[in-house]
């Protein structure tokens, strides 16, 4: 009798990969991550697991990359090209080194969205000369795109900014 391994009974197991719940985010020109986890090679523990990453609109990031941080969990690491805004459907995808004889699995992809919302448009108009002492001129501030309270910074005369919020709803 010759001793079999078990895996080519049965073949092998999956490897695993928690579900990455959709994101909705507001566009940003800096780098962002996305924390992944439950990563395994399956049943078979002393494989090999690779790691990869894709999108539907590879053409909205600058870079688009997934980095392991130890065995079980990895994160996202990406950049949007200037003021895009949409939805991105992104894929990661596991691969274990156990092969798929005799009807073993050895990927898993979870796919999720990721909602980029535009930046918020503001204004601030005026048509008043202002002269010192005088009555205060009518100043309007305009917000959309964005969630309130809104917050505005601005300069008179190059003096030190003043600032300026709205209320939660407008």
Do not use: W
């Amino acid at each position: 009798h010759f001793p079999m391994l078990s895996r080519f009974l049965f073949g092998n197991g999956q490897p695993t990969l928690n579900d990455i719940p959709d994101r909705s985010i507001c566009y940003s020109s800096g780098i962002n991550i996305i924390s992944i986890d439950g990563i395994s090679p399956g049943p078979e523990k002393n494989q090999t697991t690779n790691l990869s990453v894709s999108s539907n609109k590879r053409s909205v990031f600058e870079q688009l990359e997934i980095i392991a941080e130890g065995k079980e969990k990895a994160f996202i690491k990406y950049k949007l090209k200037s003021n895009h805004s949409g939805n991105v459907e992104i894929t990661v995808t596991v691969d274990d080194d156990g092969g798929t004889d005799f009807g073993g699995v050895n990927s898993i992809s979870k796919t999720f969205m990721l909602k980029i919302n535009s930046l918020p448009n503001a204004s601030i108009t005026g048509d008043a000369t202002i002269i010192q002492n005088s009555t205060s001129p009518y100043i309007q501030f305009t917000a959309t795109n964005g969630t309130p309270p809104y917050i505005f910074t601005y300069h008179i005369n190059n003096q030190a900014p003043q600032t300026i919020s709205t209320s939660n709803s407008i």
